[in-house]
């Protein structure tokens, strides 16, 4: 309880003082025109109420990385809230904020353009293609995801109830591995993200995310209460490594548990709200405070794992031996415990809402990345769909593929690019020679992490893991020597123009994004 309730402080108290030093480093300006405002054309520059940006960003932002995440964390003991409270603060909030700064300064660029003007073209076209990778890992993993939760609720038994005993027997039969039912619910799903990444941002998006955040509010408010009231017992704070398996948590904890401290999944959607922000005076509330608001529901759910079983060796049944149900079983199991089989329902869906509400827009990025590199108007829905087709057909046949292997190399494709947007928003605040250091620690560290992973890890190079933490060091030490040595020759950047027009076909065909 003590831990729960000091994280929760510390998060809240970080983003009123340490994101208001943040934010008054990119010096917000109200008069300044932004992209939804001077490039609006009713599809992806859509100027929206700033409380609905929020509550796009937030649900953009907050997939299953703040609920799974966490919850398998937990498996390493309570030492998981300092990751998920410290890393929340000053590494995820910060790049969050940054690349929501960089994106409204640079005509609502995305995050392949922003990569290009602040570290060159050749970073700007390896990083299109990561991310794009990234994308489609993203848009897969939040496919399967939710569609098990939601098969875990209503079970092909109870559906095909409904319909009569053909009906029943036909959906629990299976193909390829996979459920009919499941097969159906995952169907659907990809029917909406097709619809959400085709339609004008506030169609679909802009006009049902509110709908989902209701959802999302009785889950975490639901089992917040289930805390504070000791339905579920919080244990005391200890750095012990209490995994089973005794895995190392470094550097391992800071992989598994990505979206609610820092991901660079973020820095992919936060351009998408970047063109919609009606003002610059609301940067910290949408871009650091959505990813202190996804803090707590990491937070809320790393707690939760940790107390609602009543023991260790309980909670890694569940989520390591075969049958036992994974981070999905935990979901299930606490919130209808917790709140009854209505209330634990809405919660449930409060959970499936966070994949879709971010796996739809990883398509919309993707496609808005295609449509920058390419050069091609995205007025027509032509245009559009031929963009998006062979994303959509590559994300179908990955669902065929080990899901345990997609979410282990999404979860380091994930950080790596926040170690990437991270060095980007520390050369975007040292070119204006102000407090760069907020983004240059949390880049080091995430260099360090990314790297030491892929060096150990089965996924990777597979080093012994003493010799792969010094070559984490040494190249973490490589990139920062890098920076402080190239720190005197950058040129000082102290704001962009404001904008005034769209750009011409030959400011388009140019790496840098100065206008």
């Given amino acids: 309880m003590i831990a729960f309730v000091t994280g929760l402080i510390l998060l809240v108290g970080g983003y009123f003082f340490y994101g208001r030093v943040v934010a008054a480093t990119v010096r917000p300006d109200p008069n300044r025109l932004t992209p939804a405002i001077a490039l609006a054309d009713g599809m992806d520059y859509v100027p929206m109420p700033t409380w609905r940006v929020y509550l796009i960003q937030l649900l953009n932002i907050a997939g299953l990385g703040p609920v799974f995440g966490p919850i398998l964390g937990a498996l390493w003991g309570p030492q998981v809230f300092l990751w998920v409270v410290l890393g929340c603060i000053f590494g995820g909030a910060v790049h969050d904020l940054l690349t929501g700064t960089m994106s409204i300064r640079n005509r609502g660029a995305g995050l392949p353009d922003l990569i290009g003007h602040y570290m060159g073209n050749a970073a700007r076209q390896f990083s299109t293609f990561f991310i794009l990778l990234l994308m489609v890992l993203v848009g897969t993993v939040f496919v399967k995801g939710p569609a098990l939760l939601l098969v875990s609720v209503l079970p092909s038994e109870t559906v095909g109830g409904w319909f009569g005993e053909a009906a029943k027997e036909w959906l629990s039969q299976t193909y390829r591995g996979h459920g009919m039912w499941l097969w159906i619910v995952m169907v659907s799903i990809y029917v909406y993200y097709l619809a959400a990444t085709l339609l004008p941002i506030d169609k679909i998006i802009g006009r049902f995310y509110p709908f989902f955040a209701a959802a999302l509010l009785v889950m975490v408010v639901g089992l917040g209460i289930a805390i504070l009231r000791g339905q579920i017992v919080v244990p005391p704070f200890t750095l012990k490594n209490l995994h089973p398996e005794q895995l190392p948590a470094w550097p391992l904890i800071f992989i598994t548990v990505s979206c609610g401290a ?47 079983y009543g023991s260790h060796d309980d909670l890694a ?72 087709t062979p994303l959509f057909v590559i994300s179908f046949a990955l669902n065929f593929v080990d899901f345990s292997v997609i979410w282990r190399y999404f979860g380091w494709a994930n950080q790596a690019l926040a170690a990437v947007a991270l060095w980007g928003g520390t050369i975007f605040l040292a070119r204006r020679r102000t407090r760069w250091w907020l983004a240059f620690v949390p880049a080091v560290f995430m260099t360090v992490v990314t790297a030491t992973y892929i060096l150990v890890e089965d996924v990777g190079f597979r080093l012994n893991p003493t010799l792969g933490a010094w070559l984490g060091l040494l190249i973490g030490a490589a990139a920062a020597a890098w920076f402080l040595v190239r720190l005197p020759k950058l040129p000082v950047e102290p704001e962009e123009p404001a904008i005034t027009a769209r750009p011409t076909a030959a400011e388009r065909s140019t790496d840098s994004l100065a206008c």
């Avoid at 003002?279 to 794992?305: C, D």
């Avoid at 031996?321 to 409060?350: E, S």
């Avoid at 990345?369 to 031929?386: C, E, G, M, P, T």
């Fill in 262 to 308: 820092v991901s660079g999944f973020h820095a992919t959607q936060s351009p998408l709200m970047a063109r919609c922000l009606k003002s610059e005076r609301h940067l910290r509330l949408v871009f650091y405070g959505a990813m202190i608001a996804e803090g707590l529901i990491a937070l809320v759910w790393a707690s939760v794992a940790q107390g609602f």
């Fill in 317 to 388: 049944a569940v989520l390591l031996k075969p049958g036992g149900g994974g981070p999905g079983a935990v979901v299930h199991d606490a919130c209808t415990a917790t709140m009854g089989v209505f209330g634990g329902g809405l919660a449930i869906l409060g959970v499936v809402v966070l994949p879709i509400t971010s796996g739809d827009t990883a398509f919309r990025v993707s496609r808005l990345i295609l449509a920058d590199y390419f050069h091609v108007s995205q007025v027509r829905f032509l245009n559009r769909s031929l963009l998006i």
